[in-house]
């Protein structure tokens, strides 16, 4: 099988419009629904550990779809 990777990494290649749509709404999906469990959570107690790693893990999850979202909106 043929390696389909770009010879230059740093070159982002053009997604179809359609496509694009699609990971967009997905993404805007996915960390609203993401942010409504961390605020959930902001209903917890402040020493409870299983909410602290939690927190800790929607933040970063939520900052990852931000992130995949700012690119797919430059481009």
């Known amino acids: 099988m043929k390696d389909r990777r770009s010879s230059h990494p740093d070159t982002i290649e053009e997604i179809p419009e359609?496509?694009?749509?699609q990971a967009i709404s997905q993404l805007e999906s996915e960390i609203?629904?993401?942010?409504?469990?961390?605020?959930d959570l902001g209903e917890t107690r402040e020493d409870n550990p299983e909410a602290i790693i939690a927190k800790k893990?929607?933040?970063d999850m939520i900052q990852n779809r931000q992130e995949l979202l700012d690119t797919i909106n430059e481009q």
């Open 18 to 21: 359609n496509l694009s749509k």
């Open 32 to 39: 609203a629904t993401l942010q409504g469990w961390l605020d």
């Open 57 to 59: 893990f929607y933040r």
